[in-house]
């Protein structure tokens, strides 16, 4: 042993172990932006990650064979003779599904000291709707699908406008459904707020009064509901941000539009469940 080396200083082995979590986290994060980003938009790396120069090593995607139909680990395939480095322009890597050996994915990409870029694959990214969200939006579906698809090809304004179609619709439906339930007993003043509201050209206030008076608490935080701040960032993206910010949008918007939209199916099955007891219910 070489004594003239001397031991690495504390500060020293700091710096080493924050580099080697930075790589770690930076491999993480690739692989959910190889699995679910969008075409053409840069992954930047920070400074630490810098050295990463290897994709990761088992992404997580759903694997549409018949024997998995779920999320499964997939494993980077490595060829004979591969170089180190997986940097470069227009190289290709593939992923095979652990489970089923069968279903292949594979990835076009574009990386160099500026960051990340995933420019193909196939097959193409899947918009896979949760079967229950499904069922809930109904009609608006295919809007929906249109959404996914435009975020997963890099249109960012695309896919929120897409979402904030969908929030626009069901307030005319939220509408139908409180005309249905209140009218009747509704004074006159209370049926021209109504009238007022919905022939609005100001969507905001019409989503105003329709969620104060059909949505659920559960969708309020703080006196905000969930689908007027849909409304309003989806709004202000389409009309003041780039495509990359409006990806970066629509994908905050997503968690709290499939999740308020859950909390509109329950709803409905509850209120209906307990108009249909109450009709059933006899005096004995």
């Known amino acids: 042993m070489d004594s003239s080396v001397s031991p690495p200083t504390p500060e020293q082995v700091e710096r080493m172990a924050a580099a080697q979590q930075a790589v770690k986290a930076a491999l993480l994060r690739l692989a959910e932006f190889l699995a679910a980003g969008p075409l053409y938009s840069l992954f930047a790396f920070e400074e630490l990650e810098s050295g990463l120069d290897r994709l990761p090593k088992t992404i997580q995607l759903y694997c549409p064979n018949a024997e998995c139909s779920k999320v ?9 003779g591969a170089a180190y480095s997986h940097k470069g322009w227009g190289e290709t890597m593939a992923y095979t ?3 089923c050996k069968k279903h292949i994915q594979k990835y076009m990409y574009v990386w160099n000291d500026n960051g990340f870029w995933k420019v193909g694959q196939v097959p193409e990214l899947t918009e896979r709707i ?7 939006l109904g009609d608006s579906r295919n809007l929906y699908t249109k959404a996914l698809r435009s975020r997963s090809f890099g249109f960012g304004i695309g896919a929120i406008c897409y979402l904030r179609r969908i929030v626009e619709d069901t307030t005319e439906a939220l509408m139908d459904l409180l ?9 006159r003043e209370e049926r021209e707020q109504f009238e007022l509201a919905r022939n609005t050209f100001q969507y905001s206030q019409k989503i105003e009064y329709a969620a104060e008076k059909v949505l659920p608490t559960s969708v309020f935080v703080n006196g905000r509901d969930s689908f007027t ?9 389409l009309h003041g941000l780039s495509e990359e910010e409006c990806l970066n949008l629509f994908d905050r918007c997503n968690l709290i539009f499939t999740h308020t939209f859950r909390i509109l199916s329950e709803h409905k099955r509850e ?3 307990f108009a249909r007891e109450l009709l059933a219910l006899k005096r004995t």
């Open 72 to 80: 499964q680990t997939f494993e980077r395939v490595e060829e004979r």
């Open 97 to 99: 599904c652990r489970n």
């Open 130 to 136: 949760d079967p229950k969200l499904k069922r809930v």
């Open 179 to 187: 005309r249905e339930e209140k009218w009747d007993g509704w004074t």
């Open 229 to 237: 701040a849909l409304h309003d960032v989806t709004s202000h993206g």
């Open 271 to 273: 209120r209906e469940d």
